[in-house]
């Protein structure tokens, strides 16, 4: 999720379980901190290693056994920082609790996007995700951080609590639609006689009308948008297509390869949505999952591998690009005025 999401639930939730004893205001530092603290993973960085910053974003710093770390170092962070003001936060213990809300929102919230948090490290590194909100989402985001703002300034917990009663209930209306969504791709591709080996439903930028759906069939990824009304029926729109990657693919890297090495690694952390395509006798796996424009099948980062798969062959690629007339053909996706929509079940 984005930083300011994170920020407005840790001043929230540190607010709200404050206990007496405590300022309100050191409580709601506490909380913004330490709900900011897990990202500090983007400072993981290897020149000669184009995938660590995948490998390691969401990994250990966001797991349930890191919160306590996150708690206690933001604890003593903030009770210093108050006690060289010359305030008086109460003892730092008693910013133990609200830090650990902090950091436990991060957590939560970003399990709710699509990317994938290893919340069991060290006892797995499964990435879970719930794909019920959007990494950015204004209308879950600014009714939240208006009355976290609030609660800070007018010391009423009371609003902190209702921000947080907001961005739950914002959260679950996202796992309906999504549920919605996904039972209506799975019904009509059975229709069709369609039973695809892969298939996943993502929240597209803002919004809990239009999910971006993925599946495969017959080794072709299929990229759609179902359109969910809150009250009304489904619609379905379908996207783009690309050839699905596997190990025998024509042009991989040799076995053991560096670029054989690199791809693997992709791999795992793409779980396996990998798409495939040939450029000047170089292949180019993708990550389907992700792409700027919820019919696109061009993902948004991929890794390019020449023939001898050396270092030098090897690249990380990342594709924000966005054409003309792309901002109008996604609100068209959101409105439901692209013509190209057809009811489902």
Same mark, same amino acid.
């Given at each position: 999720?984005?930083?300011?999401?994170?920020?407005?639930?840790?001043?929230?939730?540190?607010?709200?379980?404050? &206990?007496?004893?405590?300022?309100?205001?050191?409580?709601?530092?506490?909380?913004?901190?330490?709900?900011?603290?897990?990202?500090?993973?983007?400072?993981?960085?290897?020149?000669?290693?184009?995938? !660590?910053?995948?490998? @390691?974003?969401?990994?250990?710093?966001?797991?349930?056994?890191?919160?306590?770390?996150?708690?206690?170092?933001?604890?003593?962070?903030?009770?210093?920082?108050?006690?060289?003001?010359? &305030?008086?936060?109460?003892? @730092?213990?008693?910013?133990?609790?609200?830090?650990?809300?902090?950091?436990?929102?991060?957590?939560?919230?970003?399990?709710?996007?699509?990317?994938?948090?290893?919340?069991?490290?060290?006892?797995?590194?499964?990435?879970?995700?719930?794909?019920?909100?959007?990494?950015?989402?204004?209308?879950?985001?600014?009714?939240?951080?208006?009355?976290?703002?609030?609660?800070?300034?007018?010391?009423? #917990?009371?609003?902190?609590? *209702?921000?947080? =009663?907001?961005?739950?209930? *914002?959260?679950?209306?996202?796992? @309906?639609?999504?549920?919605?969504?996904?039972?209506?791709?799975?019904? @009509?591709?059975?229709?069709?006689?369609?039973? #695809?080996?892969?298939?996943?439903?993502?929240?597209?930028?803002?919004?809990?009308?239009?999910?971006?759906?993925?599946? =495969?069939?017959?080794?072709?990824?299929? !990229?759609?948008?179902?359109?969910?009304?809150?009250?009304?029926? &489904?619609?379905?729109? =379908?996207?783009?297509?690309?050839?699905?990657?596997?190990?025998?693919?024509?042009?991989?890297?040799?076995?053991?390869?560096?670029?054989?090495?690199?791809?693997?690694?992709?791999?795992?952390?793409?779980?396996?949505?990998?798409? *495939?395509?040939?450029?000047?006798?170089?292949?180019?796996?993708?990550?389907? &999952?992700?792409?700027?424009?919820?019919?696109?099948?061009?993902?948004?980062?991929?890794?390019?591998?020449?023939?001898?798969?050396? #270092?030098?062959?090897?690249?990380?690629?990342?594709?924000?690009?966005?054409?003309?007339?792309?901002?109008?053909?996604?609100?068209?996706?959101?409105?439901?005025?692209?013509?190209? *929509?057809?009811?489902?079940?």
């Amino acid at each position: 999720m984005d930083n300011v999401t994170h920020a407005a639930l840790g001043i929230a939730a540190g607010i709200v379980v404050r &206990r007496q004893g405590c300022s309100l205001p050191a409580a709601a530092v506490a909380g913004l901190l330490a709900a900011e603290a897990p990202d500090l993973d983007v400072f993981i960085r290897q020149a000669d290693d184009p995938l !660590v910053a995948f490998r @390691w974003h969401r990994h250990f710093t966001h797991s349930f056994a890191f919160l306590a770390v996150w708690a206690a170092l933001t604890a003593g962070i903030v009770a210093g920082l108050f006690h060289w003001r010359g &305030r008086h936060p109460g003892p @730092w213990t008693g910013l133990l609790l609200p830090a650990a809300a902090g950091t436990l929102t991060h957590l939560l919230c970003d399990n709710c996007t699509s990317y994938g948090t290893m919340l069991l490290w060290p006892f797995s590194e499964a990435r879970f995700s719930w794909d019920c909100l959007p990494i950015i989402d204004l209308f879950a985001t600014l009714p939240l951080l208006v009355l976290a703002i609030l609660a800070w300034r007018r010391h009423a #917990p009371r609003l902190a609590a *209702y921000g947080l =009663l907001w961005f739950s209930a *914002y959260a679950l209306a996202g796992v @309906w639609q999504q549920r919605r969504a996904e039972t209506g791709v799975r019904e @009509w591709l059975a229709t069709k006689g369609v039973a #695809p080996a892969k298939l996943a439903v993502k929240p597209t930028i803002s919004n809990l009308l239009a999910w971006r759906a993925i599946w =495969l069939h017959e080794g072709r990824w299929q !990229v759609a948008v179902v359109r969910v009304s809150p009250f009304g029926g &489904r619609q379905l729109l =379908l996207g783009e297509t690309r050839t699905a990657w596997t190990p025998t693919s024509a042009g991989n890297p040799p076995p053991f390869s560096p670029g054989a090495h690199v791809i693997t690694d992709f791999s795992v952390f793409t779980q396996g949505w990998n798409t *495939y395509d040939r450029e000047d006798g170089a292949i180019v796996v993708g990550d389907i &999952r992700f792409a700027m424009l919820p019919t696109s099948s061009r993902p948004l980062w991929s890794v390019r591998c020449g023939p001898g798969g050396t #270092p030098a062959e090897t690249t990380l690629r990342m594709d924000r690009r966005l054409d003309d007339g792309d901002w109008d053909r996604l609100l068209d996706l959101l409105t439901g005025a692209d013509p190209r *929509y057809f009811p489902i079940p």
